[in-house]
């Protein structure tokens, strides 16, 4: 299953303004929580496969092309960049099951910044 669009409209529109301006430097991402659910003291981290997952599938197939393409939020070069991203960035997070705090990175993506 392609999951290439779980992600919001907004980080799109963001990523066709940074190919706009060309800015394709080097980035970094950090995932991290502010605030603890009440009554809980940490967290554990879960889920670094998932996410390692997505990253390396990565990549727009052609009907979600068309679906973007036919929002009409996106410039037909644009989509045709698109139809090419794929991630080759580095990914640093915390081992499955490990305890963390609040502030605390929990996975940190470095990449150029359309990728990332």
């Known amino acids: ?48 496969a998932q996410a390692l997952d997505y990253l390396e599938h990565l990549a727009f197939s052609e009907e979600e092309i068309a679906f973007l393409h036919d929002s009409g939020f996106f410039d037909a ?3 045709d960049q698109l139809a090419s991203l794929r991630f080759r960035g580095d990914v640093d997070a915390m081992p499955e099951g490990t305890v963390f705090f609040p502030n605390e990175p929990v ?10």
Request: aromatic share 12%; glycine share 6%; charged share 15%.
């Open 107 to 116: 996975l940190r993506v470095t990449a150029p910044l359309p990728q990332a």
């Open 77 to 79: 070069r644009f989509l």
């Open 1 to 48: 299953m392609n999951n290439t669009l779980l992600t919001d409209l907004y980080q799109l529109t963001m990523l066709q303004g940074y190919w706009h301006e060309g800015m394709a430097e080097t980035a970094v991402f950090e995932l991290f929580v502010r605030k603890l659910p009440a009554g809980r003291n940490f967290l554990i981290a879960a889920g670094l």
